[in-house]
T-cell receptor, first 115, second 113 residues
Framework: ETGVTQSPTHLIKTRGQQVTLRCSSQSGHNTVSWYQQALGQGPQFIFQYYREEENGRGNFPPRFSGLQFPNYSSELNVNALELDDSALYLCASSPATSGTYNEQFFGPGTRLTVL | AQSVAQPEDQVNVAEGNPLTVKCTYS??????LFWYVQYPNRGLQFLLK??????LVKGSYGFEAEFNKSQTSFHLKKPSALVSDSALYFCAVREPGGFKTIFGAGTRLFVKA
């Protein structure tokens, strides 16, 4: 069974640029959530995708967007990067959607640095 | 609105001693509660969860947690700490029927040999 993988591992961008982060879900999982973890803080929920549709969003502006593909892999896109976007971005998959008590399986994260 | 508080930034314990990492929560209705652990430069790993039933939940690596509804707490415990338990621990809560998992700020556990 393959776990959750994320790419790239590290990324450096400058303010105003756009970035795309990628995630492959654990086999058999159809729900993907993305989190932003700033240094010294807990993960903050960005959004969740279930069967290629966004079905929940946290307090993040529209310049944070995503996609989920038929194979349940996912992308997180961030436009007009700001310095405060520097963080570890975590992808987590689970076997079902909201309203359930399933735990999430996290990838190792992508460390984004915005200069 | 749901929230999670981990009142201690850091917990220090000697190897072989019992450990407790504290967590309190605020949520409408009966919560789903989780503990995750994060090692350096790694993603989060699931330890245990409380859904319903017995207030004492047992999880991975000898960890357990006690759900206390009246105190809205879900403290993580281990009878005998190991140096390898040193890591960052996160408590999380989700409302039944909700899509969002809310994490606490984390507690760093140091176990000294």
């Amino acid at each position: 069974e393959t776990g959750v993988t994320q790419s790239p591992t590290h990324l450096i961008k400058t303010r105003g640029q756009q970035v795309t982060l990628r995630c492959s879900s654990q086999s058999g999982h159809n729900t993907v959530s993305w989190y932003q973890q700033a240094l010294g803080q807990g993960p903050q929920f960005i959004f969740q995708y279930y069967r290629e549709e966004e079905n929940g969003r946290g307090n993040f502006p529209p310049r944070f967007s995503g996609l989920q593909f038929p194979n349940y892999s996912s992308e997180l896109n961030v436009n007009a990067l700001e310095l405060d976007d520097s963080a570890l971005y975590l992808c987590a998959s689970s076997p079902a959607t909201s309203g359930t008590y399933n735990e999430q399986f996290f990838g190792p994260g992508t460390r984004l640095t915005v200069l | 609105a749901q929230s999670v508080a981990q009142p201690e930034d850091q917990v220090n314990v000697a190897e072989g001693n019992p450990l407790t990492v504290k967590c309190t929560y605020s949520v409408s209705g009966n919560p789903y509660l989780f503990w995750y652990v994060q090692y350096p430069n790694r993603g989060l790993q699931f330890l245990l969860k409380y859904i319903t039933g017995d207030n004492l939940v047992k999880g991975s690596y000898g960890f357990e947690a006690e759900f206390n509804k009246s105190q809205t707490s879900f403290h993580l415990k281990k009878p005998s700490a190991l140096v390898s338990d040193s890591a960052l621990y996160f408590c999380a809560v989700r409302e039944p029927g909700g899509f969002k998992t809310i994490f606490g700020a984390g507690t760093r556990l140091f176990v000294k040999a």
